[in-house]
Each structure stands twice: as structure tokens, then as C-alpha cells.
T-cell receptor, first 109, second 114 residues
């Protein structure tokens, strides 16, 4: 019940395309859903986060879509750029923060 | 403001030894969390400290311990190292009172156990 399932494991997108990463959870006690971005040799950095009372949150080219009834949420990266190439982690928090296994995104120029 | 600082950056130990990792949070941050990152298991929560008190603990054996000092700096200790303890150990700090929100991660300590 503490798991967060993330897909796909890896994703290749052309520059200017849309990158979509999906996550699903079981524990209805989760009340905070952040996305982190990690570059090689660095720690994860908070990208964007959402609470379950909101269905969508947008910050620049990054959008979280949240479906409470389906217990799913996703990250959309619009106009993907080579600089977006990184590993992305979804997470869900109640008293602990549980991470998905990550998606390695490659944006080709 | 300086970011979260973790030392050392790399560490090589042998089985059975113990190790201490250090974390200096962002100035003013009172919450410090520790995570283990491995290719197979991903990011796993170890423990979280707030004002020198452990508020939460993950599912790791007692060989993993931590503490936080009055200046919010934190250390984690792993005793009787096993090969499976090889991982990137990440420290994160937060200034938000609500646990697990707006974490700022350091670059980690890469521990190799031989």
C-alpha cells in the first residue's frame, strides 16, 4: 500500500515534443504529490507538486494532472528541450515520502 | 544561501566496518531527512529529524542510525557494513513545518562497500 508505481522506465522524445510520465498509488492517506528532477551526480530537485483537492497544476512548461478517483497522477512536459534530459521521480507523502522508481527522459535535439 | 552540503562525497569501506556521513542543511532549515538511493530499489526513506528529535523512521535495520545537533546539522551512521549498503545516501532539508514538503536535497555521499 506504500508503493508508488511509475511508468515508463525510460522515455525518448524529440525536441519540441510532449513528455508524459505516469504514476499510480494505492494508499488514500497520501495528501501531497511532488515531482522531482535529478541530473547525474546531483540530488533530486523539487519540480512541481500538487494536493489531491486540485485536478491540475501548471508551472511553465510543466503540468501535473491528478485523478483522485483513479489514484493516478502524471507529469506533462510541454515543448521538451534537451536540457530536460534527466531522471524524473514522482512521489507521494503522508507521514513518509514514498518515491516511484524513476523515469529516465532523453530529449533528442 | 548555500545549499545542502554532504560530506564526504565518496567513501570506500570494507564489510564489517562502520561509517558516519555528515549533512549540513540550508541555513534556517530545521528538518533533515535521509534517503538511500540504489539502482534496484530507487529512493528509500531512512529517517527524518526536526529540532534534534527523530520524527519518523523508514524500514531499515537498526544498523542505520542518525542524529541531529542543535545547529540542525545531522549525521547518519551505518554499523557493521554489508555489501548491500553500497548506495548513494542523500540528505534533504526543509524549512516547512509540514513533514516531507519542499525538500532540498544535497548531492549525496556515494558509499561503496567492498
Amino acid at each position: 500500500q506504500q508503493q508508488v508505481k511509475q511508468s515508463p522506465q525510460s522515455l525518448i522524445v524529440q525536441k519540441g515534443g510532449i513528455s508524459i510520465i505516469n504514476c499510480a498509488y494505492e494508499n488514500t492517506a497520501f495528501d501531497y504529490f511532488p515531482w522531482y528532477q535529478q541530473f547525474p551526480g546531483k540530488g533530486p530537485a523539487l519540480l512541481i507538486a500538487i494536493r489531491p483537492d486540485v485536478s491540475e497544476k501548471k508551472e511553465g512548461r510543466f503540468t501535473i494532472s491528478f485523478n483522485k478517483s483513479a489514484k493516478q497522477f502524471s507529469l506533462h512536459i510541454m515543448d521538451s528541450q534537451p536540457g530536460d534530459s534527466a531522471t524524473y521521480f514522482c512521489a507521494a507523502a503522508s507521514e513518509k515520502l514514498v518515491f516511484g522508481k524513476g523515469t529516465k527522459l532523453t530529449v533528442n535535439p | 544561501k548555500a545549499g545542502v552540503t554532504q560530506t564526504p562525497r565518496y567513501l570506500i569501506k570494507t564489510r564489517g566496518q562502520q561509517v558516519t556521513l555528515s549533512c549540513s542543511p540550508i541555513s534556517g532549515h530545521r528538518s533533515v531527512s535521509w534517503y538511500q538511493q540504489t539502482p534496484g530499489q530507487g529512493l528509500q526513506f531512512l529517517f527524518e529529524y526536526f529540532s534534534e528529535t527523530q520524527r519518523n523512521k523508514g524500514n531499515f535495520p537498526g544498523r542505520f542510525s542518525g542524529r541531529q545537533f542543535s545547529n540542525s546539522r545531522s549525521e547518519m551512521n551505518v554499523s557493521t557494513l554489508e555489501l548491500g549498503d553500497s548506495a548513494l545516501y542523500l540528505c534533504a532539508s526543509s524549512d516547512v513545518g509540514v513533514v516531507n514538503e519542499k525538500l532540498f536535497f544535497g548531492s549525496g555521499t556515494q558509499l561503496s562497500v567492498l
